[in-house]
T-cell receptor, first 113, second 116 residues
Framework: DTAVSQTPKYLVTQMGNDKSIKCEQNLGHDTMYWYKQDSKKFLKIMFS???????INETVPNRFSPKSPDKAHLNLHINSLELGDSAVYFCASSPRVKGTEAFFGQGTRLTVV | DQQVKQNSPSLSVQEGRISILNCDYT??????FLWYKKYPAEGPTFLISISSIKDKNEDGRFTVFLNKSAKHLSLHIVPSQPGDSAVYFCAASAKAGGTSYGKLTFGQGTILTVHP
């Protein structure tokens, strides 16, 4: 009965590869997010979708492309992976755009070698 | 430009005593504040929140205080328990019209260790 689930939990890949991280929420929330936690432990938003519509797109390289096939899913595809992409990526969801807490998945630790 | 700052990287407290975690923010458009708790290899878990129309919110052992004039909030945990040992993040979201609207801006976290 996991609320926000991400797969895979760990991902090790070589530079230049393309990879995807999947996220699903069963909370019935309208809004979903991708956050990145870098080596300095800062948690920063990358994207936000509300009812499958992109509402936040922070300064993220266009190698990162989110895809929301429906309200319950927000996947993250990364092209041409670089060493600096190594981080923990968290998916999250919330009932509405603001004024409420977000529920986080367990994170995907991406290591680019 | 770090809009939410937690200036104490770590805090060590004896079991049963009070833990006070602090957070400062700079963006005057922030109107909703949250605290999250994070264990290793897990995602952040929501703890407690406060709207800018209030200056205090309490939930069991956890109380959040907001001082809008000082742009400062704090989380009090009383009494502290060893199971409270984790990383605590404060976060803020902005009212409509701000550049932070619709997202949570996080501080860098404070590692709390509660000793038995």
């Amino acid at each position: 009965d996991t609320a926000v689930s991400q797969t895979p939990k760990y991902l090790v890949t070589q530079m230049g590869n393309d990879k995807s991280i999947k996220c699903e929420q069963n909370l019935g929330h309208d809004t979903m997010y991708w956050y990145k936690q870098d080596s300095k432990k800062f948690l920063k938003i990358m994207f936000s979708y509300n009812n499958k519509e992109l509402i936040i797109n922070e300064t993220v390289p266009n190698r990162f492309s989110p895809k929301s096939p429906d309200k319950a899913h927000l996947n993250l595809h990364i092209n041409s992976l670089e060493l600096g992409d190594s981080a923990v990526y968290f998916c999250a969801s919330s009932p509405r755009v603001k004024g409420t807490e977000a529920f986080f998945g367990q994170g995907t630790r991406l290591t680019v070698v | 430009d770090q809009q939410v700052k937690q200036n104490s990287p770590s805090l060590s407290v004896q079991e049963g005593r009070i833990s006070i975690l602090n957070c400062d923010y700079t963006n005057s458009m922030f109107d909703y504040f949250l605290w999250y708790k994070k264990y290793p290899a897990e995602g952040p878990t929501f703890l407690i929140s406060i709207s800018s129309i209030k200056d205090k919110n309490e939930d069991g052992r956890f109380t959040v205080f907001l001082n809008k004039s000082a742009k400062h909030l704090s989380l009090h945990i009383v009494p502290s328990q060893p199971g409270d040992s984790a990383v605590y993040f404060c976060a803020a979201s902005a009212k409509a019209g701000g550049t932070s609207y619709g997202k949570l801006t996080f501080g860098q976290g404070t590692i709390l260790t509660v000793h038995p």
